[in-house]
């Protein structure tokens, strides 16, 4: 049953009210809400309006939804250069903790994309969420890396983008329109993460790697799907398209519905 | 420097975020529009850093989400697109001249920002001036004689481009790349808009990049669109930046362009906030 959702609420929270969210009020006495982390980089900025869309389903279903910005990132305190991990995953507990205040909910589900999915899984035990749906996570960093460095070479020469190939050090410390500090890229590069014995829904639309990471988390008694449509995660051309799926907005709507009344 | 989150607007509609100076504050209050369906933050955070440069050196600012665009809903009314954007403008000058006391705006958009910026700066008498990022241009003689000329005189770029196209037909769908393509409204009108900014005093500037040179490719071509007139006008500042990409994708090229922008705001708009001029008096006497 969908009814129509309060309107989405501004506001600043965290220490020094450092964070920037967006509560998406649920419906009265509901005990479940979800916490949507956002991916790091241009694929935060791409992820935008599906992110609003999905909270704004999930408001529509009575349960209550928190976007936020970790600390560096979209409209929250500090710069891109100072992204760091460990402090995206405090901002993840912090997000959590603001969610259960306003809501009043106990129980979290942590949903994410990419390095959202990674922060959301990577920091669950801290920020006590219950549940868990994660869309492509990221599980290999150096891998991760490897493509974003890859993705920033090809970069110099895209001609539908510059009207001649850039300096080598125009470009250097950064992936795809944000600094990078050495703090970060190290952290991704260490990166390697393992399902977790909680419930968890995997949701693959990409090839490279899935059928290993599909057997890891099934191991772990994850369940696993995939989505019909193959996402441009890391396409140079579609670097400034929005990531659209309502196919995905449906299944974690539903996977919602279902933890609800499970 | 303060950051404040907003919902505003006649409907209690629109999504902003105001950035208040920590010291003291300008009469003037920049205004950053939507660039394309990017949300507030613009494209690689380009606002959000933007915002907070210009906060330092003392203008209150308000980046915002117009109706329907990133974390703004609609209005509700029933409005032509062009008045829905005059309005909801309006809102969000009402929003900082509450918040800061500003009493003059300075509206800064990227591609179709530039656009709304241009339509919101021709009508309305709270703009003191505006900067547009990839705005209105037109191809003229000297635009074409410095595109063809030195391809057709170059064998070897001549083949690069025909490779390069038939390239692109022959992929099965066409890449959603950066590329932008934008309706312009009459030349003759946007020049006599413009005549009626600069006669109501506004300064303006334009700046253009690289990723504009299928329409503009060379500063001088500003007065080959519009006049010498208004080429030379004192309100008006015009700056070509070939080797950059439409929305500065590259740090330094960000920095580059925040560090113009806002030499050109301190320069065409140096009045402080009443509150700090009667101090000053104050303590000049």
Redesign the interface.
Known sequence: MTRRPE??????FGPHGGL?G?YHPGAFGAKTAVLLCPPLG?DL?RC??LY?QLAHVLAGQGTAALRFDYYG???S?G??EEVEWLRCLEDVATAAEELRLRSGCERIVGFGARLGASLALAAADNARLDELILWDPVLDGAAHVAALDALQAA?RFD??????P?PVK??A??W????VGICLRQQLAELCLDPLHRRTLLLQSVVAGAAADRHRFAAAGAEVASLSQHTPWN?L??????IQSHELIEIVSRRVQEVIHA | MH?????FGRA??L?G?TGLPSADARSTGVIVLNAG?????G???LH??LSRQLNARGFPTLRFDLSTL??S?ASGESLAREQQVRSDVADAMALLRKQAGCSRFVLIGLCSGAQNAHLVAHSSEAVAGAVFLDGYAYRSTGFKLRHYLPRLLNPARVARHLA?HVGRRLRAAP?????FQVEFPPQARVRDELTIMLERGLKLYFIYS??S?WYFNHRRQFGECYGRALADHPGVTVSFR??V???Y?????RRRLLDDIESWLCTHFPQLAPAREARQAAAAT
Request: aromatic share 4%.
């Open positions: 309107p989405d609420i501004p506001c600043h920037f967006l241009q900025i935008h309006r609003r990132t979209g409209d305190a710069g891109s970069l001609a539908d983008r510059f009207v001649a850039r125009a470009l410390d950064q795809q329109g944000f600094a396409e051309a579609r670097l400034e398209t929005a | 950051e404040q989150a907003a919902r209690n509609h999504t975020i369906l990017v949300h507030r933050i494209p690689f955070r959000v850093e990133g974390d809903g390069r890449a959603a790349g950066p590329g690289g990723g040179s070939r080797e990409d439409h929305t994708i590259l740090v330094g090229d």
